[in-house]
Nanobody, 120 residues
Framework: QVQLVESGGGLVQAGDSLRLSCAAS????????MGWFRQAPGKEREFVAT????????YYTDSVKGRFTISRDNAKNTVYLQMNSLKPEDTAVYYC?????????????WGQGTQVTASS
């Protein structure tokens, strides 16, 4: 069982930056692929970014490429999302996600979410 706790959300002006953090419990954090998703009001939850266990591989949704950077510090059991040049359309609740495959089973965990609001 892994518990994920996000922090760092807030209200900013369009063009500003924020850094989200997600602290994970457990001793096998480096075995988890970690990611960020977001959900805007009235919309479905969508993928934002993901990072492999060792941090070598990252993927982003097209709308955040060049503005957002996902990273992780396995010594601190923490994954980050640096968000630059925020736009009003980035406004959403951001969720941390962790995933691990053990044998034929895939285990998935979610944080409680943190609100990000970029005002125009």
């Amino acid at each position: 069982q892994v518990q994920l706790v996000e922090s760092g959300g807030g209200l900013v002006q369009a063009g500003d930056s924020l850094r989200l953090s997600c602290a994970a419990s457990g001793r096998t954090f480096s075995a988890y692929a970690m990611g960020w998703f977001r959900q805007a009001p009235g919309k479905e939850r969508e993928f934002v970014a993901t990072i492999s266990g060792g941090g070598a591989t990252t993927y982003y949704t097209d709308s955040v490429k060049g503005r957002f950077t996902i990273s992780r510090d396995n010594a601190k059991n923490t994954v980050y999302l640096q968000m630059n040049s925020l736009k009003p359309e980035d406004t959403a609740v951001y969720y941390c996600h962790g995933e691990i495959q053990i044998g034929s089973y895939q285990y998935s965990y979610w944080g409680q979410g943190t609100q990000v609001t970029a005002s125009s």
